[in-house]
């Protein structure tokens, strides 16, 4: 296992809430959602810092996966992780929306999985459903819900964000 967070410690103090990860898996399923988007990243995630003691530090990750919107330790999270990680932060113009991302995504946790919507998403677009999430859906829903970004009538893939003008230049992390 690929456990080197060097280029991470680096650059953690820079991650802040509302920045994007996304992570390219060497599964089957990273693979054909890789084959069908044409991107290079098969999941996308939300940053998440709390300014709270003890956790100046700490990054944290919100994502949906099979177990629904969770909230992770971002350093245990690319310890275990087979493959590459890469983030983008929001644009300085959009820092005062964090808080507006952070209360919304955080009342979604325990939301449960879009499984309908992730298999819809190989052979088409799908319309957003916010009842249930997928990765990307959940990133989308929360930039739509803090203004950063118009109501899509589609779900955006992984690896598709960055051409809405929200986000910096990706940088590699793991």
Request: positive net charge; charged residues 25%; glycine residues 10%.
């Amino acid at each position: 296992m690929h456990t080197d967070l060097t280029k991470y410690f680096i650059i953690r103090r820079k991650l802040d809430t509302g920045d994007l990860v996304e992570w390219r898996s060497k599964t089957l399923l990273g693979w054909l959602i890789r084959l069908k988007t044409g991107s290079h990243v098969n999941h996308s995630s939300l940053v998440v810092k709390f300014a709270l003691e003890g956790c100046e530090h700490r990054r944290y990750v919100l994502e949906a996966n099979a177990r629904g919107i969770e909230l992770r330790l971002l350093s245990k999270r690319l310890k275990a992780f087979k493959g590459g990680v890469y983030w983008s932060p929001l644009l300085r113009g959009f820092g005062g929306y964090r808080d507006k991302i952070l209360g919304w995504s955080l009342d979604k946790l325990g939301t449960e999985y879009d499984y309908g919507s992730l298999v819809k998403q190989l052979i088409s677009h799908v319309s957003v459903d916010s009842s249930r999430y997928f990765c990307s859906e959940f990133y989308q829903h929360a930039m739509e819900h803090a203004g950063i970004i118009q109501h899509k009538d589609y779900a955006i893939q992984p690896g598709g964000f960055h051409k809405l003008g929200f986000l910096g230049t990706e940088c590699v992390i793991k």
